[in-house]
């Protein structure tokens, strides 16, 4: 238990489907991320907030669109995705991002997302 | 560009020593961390290099040269448990982490 939950574990949706992944920590940290996890690729960064404040947005296509209501929550909505978008979803936290302070990062277990 | 490079798969034996090489070319170096992913699981921390030399911990330990851009997790007396993927990672310029696509390990009897 790494203090950081996600789910659903897995998901099947449609490629016309709307759903929603859900993330949340129980380690009062102020720093969230969205990657990205596919097989023998790097993990890429999609999002970040930073006390509940969009910092990064890494050419994420619109079908993919985060929001984050406060410090403890954070999800990924999704809708009209493709089937190359069938990857690990990794949500991660850390302390803050500050200049300076290089933090790590805890990470969920993900949810395994298959677009058919 | 920013790059991180790792070999794809390496294999070990039980109770031996093995050497994960990580080489980077990145915008700013702001550390490097390492980090074990087991099959369907999260990624857990393993280490964290911002000086040059050698952190030891337990029966593992991370070596970082900035000159060269290189760095490695030494893993000793290997258990089947170490069997994973290790991922390298370089903190850029602008506290993101720039990964590598990792390491699997697979260990051996």
């Known amino acids: 238990e790494t203090g950081v939950t996600q789910t659903p574990r897995h998901l099947v949706m449609g490629m016309t489907n709307k759903k929603s992944l859900k993330c949340e920590q129980h380690?009062?940290?102020?720093?969230m991320y969205w990657y990205k996890q596919s097989a023998k690729k790097p993990l890429e960064l999609m999002f970040v907030?930073?006390?509940?404040?969009?910092?990064e947005n890494n050419s994420v296509p619109s079908r993919f669109s985060p929001e984050c209501p406060n410090s403890s929550h954070l999800f990924l909505h999704l809708h009209t995705l493709q089937p190359e978008d069938s990857a690990l979803y990794l949500c991660?936290?850390?302390?803050?991002?500050?200049?300076?302070?290089?933090?790590?990062?805890?990470f969920g277990p993900g949810t395994r997302l298959t677009v058919t | 560009g920013q790059n991180i490079d790792q070999p794809t798969e390496m294999t070990a034996t039980e109770g031996a020593i093995v050497q994960i090489n990580c080489t980077y070319q990145?915008?700013?170096?702001?550390?490097l961390f390492w980090y074990q992913q087991h099959a369907g699981e999260a990624p857990t921390f393993l280490s964290y290099n911002v000086l040059d030399g050698l952190e030891e911990k337990g029966r593992f330990s991370s070596f970082l040269s900035r000159s060269k851009g290189y760095s490695y997790l030494l893993l000793k007396e290997l258990q089947m448990k170490d069997s994973a993927s290790y991922l390298c990672a370089v903190m850029d310029s602008n506290y993101q982490l720039i990964w590598g696509a990792g390491t699997k390990l697979i260990i051996k009897p």
């Open positions: 990145t915008s700013g170096f702001n550390g």
């Open positions: 907030y930073n006390f509940k404040e969009q910092t």
């Open positions: 380690l009062g940290h102020n720093a």
């Open positions: 991660a936290s850390s302390q803050e991002i500050a200049g300076g302070n290089p933090y790590e990062q805890y």
